[in-house]
């Protein structure tokens, strides 16, 4: 199965910095099919970005998804308070659709 | 809007089974695939597999030998066996509308921890 690697662990920003979280899988995710979700604590996650780069409905436009083959990114161009959370990336290229452990935005 | 409630014991016992059940209210669960999610500290995320309304099943091969899901499409919803837990089968578990059987998850329920202690 492809194991997702999402780094830093921990970003550490303040509101209305730029956040570039990156996903990083073991083997080519084909078709760029990869998607990002937003945890907050006590909730499920929530879809925000899929096939790499387009927005769930009613996510704001300051996501962003990028990348392809192993290198993915999510860019959230000006954070907001609301934005402070755990994001995970998900393949869906290869089954069984696998998860990365997370990527924790936290207040500076 | 499509919402999803797990319901179900929050602690089993080991060596038993773990049933779940999934409500989905705000729209049919005809023409749809549902899947289940866990989260644990352990493993973080995990699909462990989804139904088709038609009742067609796909499993993640770690759990295969352990899960069983169903469909009652009367009753809008879909259930969750899993036989002999252990405490490594700890976690909040998720239902989720899979959006076409293959890709991403786009509705999700919120969760429910179901323990394995004796």
């Known amino acids: 199965e492809i194991v997702l690697t999402q780094s830093p662990g921990t970003l550490s920003l303040s509101p209305g910095e730029r956040a570039t979280l990156s996903c990083r899988a073991s083997?080519?995710?084909?078709?760029?099919?990869l998607a990002w979700y937003q945890q907050k604590p006590g909730q499920a996650p929530r879809l925000l970005i899929y096939g790499a780069s387009n927005r769930a409905t009613g996510i704001p436009d300051r996501f962003s998804g990028s990348g392809s083959g192993t290198d993915f990114s999510l860019t959230i161009s000006r954070l907001e308070p609301e934005d402070f959370a755990v994001y995970y990336c998900q393949q869906y290229g290869s089954s069984p659709r696998t998860f990365g452990q997370g990527t924790k935005v936290e207040i500076k | 809007q499509v919402q999803l409630q797990e319901s179900g014991p929050g602690l089993v016992k080991p060596s038993e089974t773990l049933s779940l059940t999934c409500t989905v209210s705000g729209g049919s669960i005809s023409g749809n695939y549902w899947s289940w999610i866990r989260q644990s500290p352990g493993k973080g995320l995990e699909w462990i597999g989804y139904?088709?309304?038609?009742?067609?099943?796909n499993y993640n091969p770690s759990l295969k030998s352990r899960v069983t899901i169903s469909v009652a499409t009367s009753k809008n919803q879909f259930s969750l066996k899993l036989s002999s837990v252990t405490a490594a089968d700890t976690a909040v578990y998720y239902c989720?509308?899979?959006?076409?059987?293959?890709?991403?998850?786009?509705?999700w329920g919120q969760g429910t921890l179901v323990t394995v202690s004796s």
């Open positions: 139904i088709h309304y038609s009742g067609s099943t």
């Open positions: 989720a509308r899979d959006f076409n059987g293959w890709t991403h998850f786009d509705y």
């Open positions: 083997q080519s995710v084909s078709s760029s099919y």
